[in-house]
């Protein structure tokens, strides 16, 4: 047995030699994770809005009067002006009421004076007990008959002469007539469903984009507050983007008037007015309007790759706090610019936000920050 003892250490040295055995590993150092220092920046603050261009006005052009279409008189898809004659509806059959109408004015009118002279030679005659009471009360009846003849004749030719009037379809407004939905011989009748032709304004013209309540109530507190440029009472300036990205040089003024809440969506519609001279602007064009909101001049961007969200949604980041251990810190965040955030509340200037190697690390961690530059970070594939 002593022999044993004194052998032991010699057989576990032996061991601990052997191919088989495993050395002990060393400890390992501090992750290695790439920082932005962060630092505020001033900064326009810009809202865009998808929407659709609306005519300013918009006419359905009918007739008013029975008959067959004579003549179409203007071009389809050219500029018209109010009062501009667009359609002759055949008139003889109106000319010949008229007409009617006229000749009985004249035949009334030649009664009433008869009427009225009998009258006037009957008054003094009456005073001369010449003639009686009751023929004089005749004279005067028909005298006011007579009269009232004549207002009703004046009356049925006004009528006649407005539905003369009526065979020339006219212009109600002033702006680009549509094509038209008849043709010469067509027989139309007074008020009908169907237009004959569409007229719509298009300078000025309406860009109307639709969103919640909430957007029209913090553009209003944001007029409030001069943060937004005045177009005037109750307008703010706002700028267009068309379909194909061309900037559309002309701004426009969003009106936070004459506006309805959808009861049902909670969703409300913002109407612009955009001046379009040479009709760029066309009634059913898709655009982005810009909306300038103001400037921060302490604003604060974040890149995209540094921030991550966790179980309930909440928009998080990681960023190296004391003795270089990590911190974990739960963010409120205003909206996407670019490939950046803008963060409200959360960070600081001057924090070091880890953007790369997220991955190895956790709250508590030891790491060693390697500072880069946001053009060094690539673009994001989607939202983390």
């Not at 913090?218 to 194909?244: F, M, N």
């Not at 490939?339 to 790369?356: A, Y």
Request: proline share 7%; glycine share 8%.
């Amino acid at each position: 047995m002593p022999m044993l003892k004194k052998q032991l250490p010699v057989i576990f040295a032996v061991l601990a030699l052997a191919p088989g055995c495993k050395r002990a590993q060393p400890m390992m150092g501090p992750a290695q994770v790439s920082v932005i220092t962060l630092r505020t920046q001033p900064l326009t603050l810009t809202t865009e809005l998808p929407g659709r261009v609306t005519a300013h006005r918009v006419a359905e052009v009918r007739p008013q009067a029975n008959g067959v279409i004579l003549k179409r008189l203007y071009n389809e898809g050219t500029d018209v002006q109010a009062g501009q004659a667009l359609y002759q509806i055949d008139p003889a059959p109106y000319r010949a009421a008229y007409e009617s109408a006229q000749a009985t004015v004249e035949k009334d009118s030649a009664t009433l004076i008869s009427a009225t002279a009998l009258l006037n030679r009957y008054r003094p005659l009456v005073e001369a007990n010449a003639v009686s009471k009751q023929d004089m009360d005749n004279a005067l009846s028909a005298q006011l008959g007579a009269a009232a003849d004549l207002a009703s004749a004046r009356a049925s030719m006004q009528a006649a002469r407005i539905n003369l009037v009526y065979t020339d379809v006219l212009a109600p407004i002033s702006g680009r007539i549509s094509r038209s939905a008849v043709t010469e011989g067509a027989l139309v009748t007074a008020n009908q469903t169907q237009a004959l032709a569409t007229i719509q304004q298009l300078d000025p013209i309406y860009v109307d984009v639709t969103q919640p309540s909430t957007l029209l109530l913090r553009l209003k507190q944001e007029y409030a507050d001069r943060k937004l440029k005045s177009a005037g009472k109750d307008q703010a300036i706002v700028h267009l983007t068309l379909e194909d990205g061309t900037i559309y040089d002309i701004p426009g003024k969003l009106q936070f008037s004459e506006v309805t809440v959808d009861p049902g969506t909670g969703a409300v519609t913002l109407r612009a007015v955009f001046p379009n001279p040479n009709h760029t602007l066309l009634p059913g064009m898709f655009v982005q309007e810009q909306i300038q909101e103001g400037l921060d001049e302490d604003a604060l961007l974040v890149p995209q790759q540094g921030i991550t969200h966790n179980q309930r949604g909440e928009p998080t980041a990681m960023v190296i706090g004391k003795d270089n251990k990590v911190e974990a810190r739960t963010l409120t965040t205003d909206r996407a610019i670019g490939d950046m955030w803008l963060v409200t509340d959360g960070l600081n200037p001057g924090d070091r936000l880890i953007v790369e190697g997220l991955q190895k690390i956790g709250p508590g961690a030891p790491v060693e920050g390697v500072e880069v530059s946001t053009t060094s970070l690539a673009t994001p594939a989607g939202p983390q």
